[in-house]
């Protein structure tokens, strides 16, 4: 699977170990960044990683902050993205069974390195549950709605 993979300074430990782990499992790892542990500003690595999904560079990115929460708005403001921000295995893999999450946000404040591992690999091995197909369109209906305005 191609995966895009970025973060700010304040999870760059995290962000290699993820992607280290992804390319060893065989997965081909794009890095947006950041490479340095210098302060920097997260929306310029987050919204470049989803644009590369949604142009279909990339299947699927995993982003990384403090909190991850700036990474998850930033995701979700890129047209056609849902991401989710998970806090534990379960959220991570329950992001792509109920909600088909194509990029996946952590926060290194709150998350170690080995959970992290674990919920990517969670959520990259789930699959969408269809059930929840209509609330995917009505979410996109509201994307579309917003577009529009």
Not at 12 to 38: C, M, N, W, Y
Not at 52 to 79: D, T
């Amino acid at each position: 699977m191609r995966i895009a993979i970025a973060s700010d300074h304040a999870a760059l430990d995290h962000k290699t170990a993820i992607a280290a782990h992804l390319r060893a499992q065989g997965h081909a790892v794009e890095d947006f960044g950041t490479e340095s542990p210098a302060s920097c500003d997260y929306p310029d690595y987050a919204a470049p990683a989803c644009q590369a999904v949604a142009a279909g560079r990339a299947e699927r990115a995993v982003l990384i902050c403090g909190s991850g929460i700036g990474v998850s708005i930033v995701a979700n403001k890129v047209p056609g993205i849902r991401c989710g921000l998970a806090h534990s295995v379960e959220t991570a893999r329950l992001a792509r069974e109920h909600n088909d999450a194509q990029a996946l946000a952590l926060g290194a404040r709150f998350v170690d390195v080995p959970t992290a591992l674990a919920m990517v690999d969670a959520w990259l091995t789930a699959t969408f549950e269809t059930r929840h197909q209509r609330r995917l369109d009505k979410i996109a209906a509201c994307e579309r709605a917003g577009l529009q305005s």
